[in-house]
């Protein structure tokens, strides 16, 4: 029971996928990258029900709230920058955000094992039977080399010093449809998935070499158009990219639609091609929360 007395914050961040999305629920290594973007919840006491005081309010999130925290005594604020719908882990970081806040005002620290099986228990629910690489790099941040469990392996890598520029090419759909459906390829599209896993343990070894990273994320987006995860918006959009000065561009996440990442090696001209364009974006590196 959460004594109502309290009142505390948690947080979880947003994250793009470098390399292995996909690959990664067949056991093969992801590196995912943990953005300074971020999900708060605040929750603070009230008498009554425990309401949604702010914060997009729908089916999946009721559910949340509903098996997660008492019925009552409780205000929930949700605050975020992370867009949501667009592949960067909207929610695995309310996930984590979530299970923080409850734990601080229940005054019981949470060790990174608890955090990872509580946030990835909220993450079922949105959706089905997830790796956990996204409520992990939402936990922690930074670059990670991820490897599924139980227990995931995970291993903070040194901090690149390239940057990203991220792509809107859309709204994507649900996470666990287009898992379903590399799910039905399986294990036809066996040769593509291990190749995937070989090219994250490629940029695991060489994440300072730019021209090689973005080598690989060239070689991870046609196989991922191979599995049957791009769209026509994603493929324009990375073919966009690289026509206007990105060394590597790819989909990042489940795929479908959502962001495309691109290296440049003068990420600032490919910016002023963006803005002329007038395409959404954001311009980003790895980020560690204090
Ligand atoms: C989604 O951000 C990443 C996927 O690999 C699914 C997962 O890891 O659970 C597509």
Same mark, same amino acid.
């Given at each position: 029971?959460i004594p109502?007395?309290?009142?505390a914050?948690g947080?979880?961040q947003g994250?793009?996928?470098?390399?292995g999305e996909h690959?990664?629920?067949?056991?093969?290594?992801a590196i995912?990258?943990?953005l300074?973007?971020?999900t708060?919840?605040?929750?603070?006491?009230k008498?009554g029900?425990?309401?949604l005081?702010?914060?997009?309010?729908?089916a999946?999130?009721a559910t $949340? @709230?509903? #098996?997660q925290?008492?019925?009552?005594?409780?205000r929930? !604020?949700i605050?975020? =920058?992370?867009?949501?719908g667009?592949?960067?882990g909207s929610?695995?970081?309310?996930a984590v955000?979530?299970?923080?806040a409850?734990?601080s005002v229940?005054?019981t620290p949470?060790s990174?094992?608890?955090?990872f099986q509580?946030?990835?228990?909220?993450?079922?629910?949105?959706?089905?039977?997830p790796?956990?690489?996204?409520?992990?790099v939402?936990?922690?941040?930074?670059v990670?080399?991820?490897?599924?469990?139980?227990?995931p392996?995970?291993?903070?890598l040194?901090?690149p010093?390239?940057s990203l520029?991220?792509l809107?090419a859309?709204?994507a759909?649900?996470?666990?449809?287009?898992?379903?459906?590399?799910?039905?390829g399986f294990p036809?599209?066996?040769a $593509? @998935?291990? #190749?995937?896993?070989a090219?994250?343990?490629?940029?695991a !070894?060489n994440?300072? =070499?730019?021209?090689?990273?973005a080598?690989c994320?060239n070689e991870n987006?046609?196989?991922?158009?191979?599995?049957?995860?791009?769209?026509?918006?994603l493929?324009?959009m990375?073919a966009?990219?690289r026509?206007h000065?990105?060394?590597g561009?790819?989909?990042?996440?489940?795929?479908g639609?959502g962001?495309?990442?691109?290296?440049?090696l003068?990420?600032?001209?490919?910016?002023?091609?963006v803005?002329k364009?007038?395409?959404?974006a954001?311009?980003?590196?790895?980020?560690?929360?204090t």
């Amino acid at each position: 029971m959460i004594p109502t007395e309290h009142c505390a914050k948690g947080s979880g961040q947003g994250k793009i996928i470098l390399c292995g999305e996909h690959a990664v629920v067949y056991g093969y290594p992801a590196i995912a990258l943990g953005l300074s973007c971020t999900t708060t919840v605040t929750l603070s006491a009230k008498s009554g029900p425990t309401e949604l005081e702010s914060g997009e309010a729908h089916a999946t999130l009721a559910t $949340v @709230i509903q #098996q997660q925290l008492p019925a009552e005594g409780l205000r929930i !604020a949700i605050e975020s =920058d992370v867009p949501i719908g667009k592949g960067m882990g909207s929610s695995a970081a309310l996930a984590v955000a979530l299970v923080r806040a409850r734990a601080s005002v229940q005054r019981t620290p949470l060790s990174e094992a608890q955090t990872f099986q509580q946030s990835l228990a909220i993450e079922k629910l949105f959706h089905g039977n997830p790796s956990g690489l996204d409520n992990t790099v939402a936990a922690l941040g930074g670059v990670l080399r991820f490897e599924k469990g139980p227990p995931p392996t995970v291993t903070r890598l040194p901090m690149p010093n390239w940057s990203l520029v991220i792509l809107d090419a859309g709204t994507a759909p649900a996470t666990k449809e287009m898992v379903q459906q590399v799910a039905l390829g399986f294990p036809s599209n066996s040769a $593509v @998935i291990e #190749q995937i896993g070989a090219l994250s343990e490629a940029i695991a !070894a060489n994440l300072e =070499d730019q021209l090689f990273v973005a080598s690989c994320m060239n070689e991870n987006q046609a196989l991922l158009v191979e599995l049957g995860v791009s769209s026509e918006p994603l493929d324009t959009m990375v073919a966009w990219a690289r026509n206007h000065g990105a060394v590597g561009a790819k989909l990042s996440g489940a795929g479908g639609g959502g962001m495309v990442i691109a290296l440049s090696l003068q990420p600032q001209e490919l910016l002023k091609e963006v803005e002329k364009a007038g395409i959404s974006a954001l311009h980003t590196r790895p980020w560690i929360p204090t």
